[in-house]
């Protein structure tokens, strides 16, 4: 497609094998946009496309990612606030015919569905740490370090000491969002025969938020980061290669409507005359 759509905090331009992501660093970007920065979303990461009318005079574009292809939304496991879903595309309600030609686009591209077998759109780069209220929790890339606060930690904390994980005896992540009561970070160990303390603020594989203490914009990248690197240890054999994309059959009836789209947009002077004579030549060449 190789077409930019820019909204509120996003671009999305559409490649033909993937959706890159570049996110505004304004004032009022939602932080967590900001650390991620961009982000490419190859289209076997979907699985479907929806336009829907948004808030005060605006459209939403959003692309829903398959479970498990991405490591961040896993790690979020839907706790994400609708603004600081990276999915989402916010645009001028004036754009909405554009947006749903694009949806349409993007919609006919996508052949996968259900759960991923590995991740397939990239974490968060480590090395990261966040500030939480009990302590401080780094990640060089192979180990997570927890060092405990001397004011926030409580005594059994204390009495565990700093706590070093390496990533090979990690199992997965459980991150609970600052935003709710309780919030933490814990790892999971690999073997399920370690158990788990039930209180966060006694367990010394867990650190917990609290008020100003790790903001999701800092502890979710760092949870997907590591959890990332915990999935790329799983045994080579249980990962069979991803399959092969088919392209779907045309459906005539489809292309006469993104036709008619397209001529819409060419009618409003949102296509160039050469814009649409190549895009309707694509289109009739798909029959």
């Known amino acids: 497609m190789g077409d930019v759509l820019a909204g509120f905090h996003a671009a999305w331009e559409f490649e033909s094998e993937s959706v890159l992501i570049r996110y505004e660093r304004g004032i009022r970007t939602p932080k967590l946009f900001q650390v991620l920065g961009e982000r490419r979303v190859p289209l076997t990461a979907l699985e479907g496309v929806t336009l829907s009318p948004g808030r005060r005079g605006t459209v939403v574009l959003r692309a829903e990612p398959r479970p498990g292809a991405d490591p961040l939304m896993e790690a979020a496991a839907g706790q994400l606030k609708e603004h600081s879903d990276p999915y989402r595309l916010v645009l001028p309600a004036e754009r909405a015919i554009l947006a749903e030609y694009y949806a349409d686009e993007l919609r006919a591209r996508l052949t996968e569905s259900g759960p991923a077998e590995r991740h397939l759109v990239a974490a968060p780069e480590a090395p990261r740490h966040f500030k939480a209220y009990d302590g401080k929790a780094s990640f060089d890339g192979t180990s997570v370090h927890f060092r405990w606060s001397w004011t926030g930690a409580s005594t059994a904390k204390w009495k565990a000491g700093d706590q070093r994980f390496q990533v090979a005896d990690l199992g997965g992540v459980e991150w609970r969002s600052p935003e709710v009561l309780e919030g933490h970070l814990r790892l999971l160990h690999r073997s399920p025969a370690a158990g788990r303390t039930a209180q966060p603020d006694q367990d010394p594989a867990t650190v917990v938020f609290g008020l100003g203490y790790g903001p999701v914009h800092e502890s979710l990248p760092f949870a997907a980061a590591v ?14 290669a991803p399959r092969l994309a088919r392209p779907r059959p045309r459906d005539p009836a489809d292309i006469a409507e ?30």
Do not use: Q, Y
């Open 258 to 287: 993104r036709i008619r789209h397209l001529g819409e947009l060419h009618r409003a002077g949102l296509v160039t005359d050469e814009e649409f004579a190549v895009k309707k030549a694509e289109l009739l060449a798909e029959l």
């Open 227 to 240: 959890l990332a690197a915990v999935r790329a240890r799983g045994p080579v054999a249980t990962v069979p």
